[in-house]
C-alpha cells in the first residue's frame, strides 16, 4: 500500500459544485501539505498543517478550505468549484522540524479535477 | 517573498549528452535545497536534497548538484542522460513563512531524451 493514498485519483465535475479530496498517510508524519500542480507554474502550496490543532494558508489558499481530522488524514475542500480550479492536486507528508529527514516531502499520487 | 527560478522551461538532448538544469533562488536565510523529479504519469520523487556540509551533494540515478551559496545556485548535473531520465525536475527551496518552514518549488523544466 501506498504510504500517501489521495482519493479520488480523478474527478470531474460542474462548476458550483462542492469538491473534496482526501488524503490519508500510514507514514506517521506530523506535518502535511495541499499542492495544486499547473503545467508550467510548478507546484502551489495551498494550505499546510504542521498537527492536528495546527492549520495554515499557503500560497494560493482563496476558494479552498482544510481539515485535518486526525494525524493521518488531511482534507481539502472547494466549496464552490470554478474551472481555473481544474488542476493536479499533491497530498504530501513530512516530519517536524528537527528531525532526521525535515523538510523532505514524501508525495501522494495525486488527484486530477477538472472543474467543467 | 521567497522565489525559486529555472531558466530551462524545456530541455531537449539525446542519449548520452551531459545535463545541467539551472536553478536559482531568492532567499537571504539559511536553505534546505532540493531536486525533484516526476516521470510521466507519477507523483514526486526526491532527487537529492542539500541541508549543510559538503556543497557538492549526490542523489539516487547518477545525479548530482552544486550549493553555491554566492550566487544562490543549486544546478543539477548528470554527465551522461538516459532515456529513462526524461521526466519534469523541480528545484525546491525551503524557506520560513509566518515561522514555519516550508518549501516554494519552482515552475520545472521538462527534460526529453531522445534515444
Known amino acids: 500500500d501506498a504510504d500517501v493514498t489521495q482519493t479520488p485519483r480523478n474527478r470531474i465535475t460542474k462548476t458550483g459544485k462542492r469538491i473534496m479530496l482526501e488524503c490519508s498517510q500510514t507514514?506517521?508524519?506530523?506535518?502535511m501539505y495541499w499542492y495544486r500542480q499547473d503545467p508550467g507554474l510548478g507546484l502551489r502550496l495551498i494550505y499546510y498543517?504542521?498537527?492536528?490543532?495546527?492549520?495554515n494558508k499557503g500560497e494560493i489558499s482563496d476558494g479552498y478550505s482544510v481539515s485535518r481530522q486526525a494525524q493521518a488524514k488531511f482534507s481539502l475542500s472547494l466549496e464552490s468549484a470554478i474551472p481555473n480550479q481544474t488542476a493536479l492536486y499533491f497530498c504530501a507528508t513530512s516530519v517536524k522540524a528537527g528531525e532526521s529527514g525535515a523538510n523532505v516531502l514524501t508525495f501522494g499520487a495525486g488527484s486530477r479535477l477538472t472543474v467543467l | 517573498a521567497q522565489s525559486v527560478s529555472q531558466h530551462n522551461h524545456h530541455v531537449i538532448l539525446s542519449e548520452a549528452a551531459s545535463l545541467e538544469l539551472g536553478c536559482n533562488y531568492s532567499?537571504?536565510?539559511?536553505?534546505?535545497l532540493f531536486w525533484y523529479v516526476q516521470y510521466p504519469g507519477q507523483h514526486l520523487q526526491l532527487l537529492l536534497k542539500y541541508f549543510s556540509g559538503d556543497p557538492l551533494v549526490k542523489g539516487i540515478k547518477g545525479f548530482e548538484a552544486e550549493f553555491i551559496k554566492s550566487k544562490f545556485s543549486f544546478n543539477l548535473r548528470k554527465p551522461s542522460v538516459q532515456w529513462s531520465d526524461t521526466a519534469e525536475y523541480f528545484c525546491a527551496v525551503s524557506t520560513m513563512n509566518s515561522g514555519y518552514s516550508t518549501l516554494t518549488f519552482g515552475k520545472g523544466t521538462m527534460l526529453l531524451v531522445s534515444p
Open positions: 498543517s504542521f498537527d492536528v490543532k495546527d492549520i
Open positions: 507514514k506517521g508524519h506530523d506535518r
Open positions: 532567499y537571504g536565510g539559511t536553505v534546505n
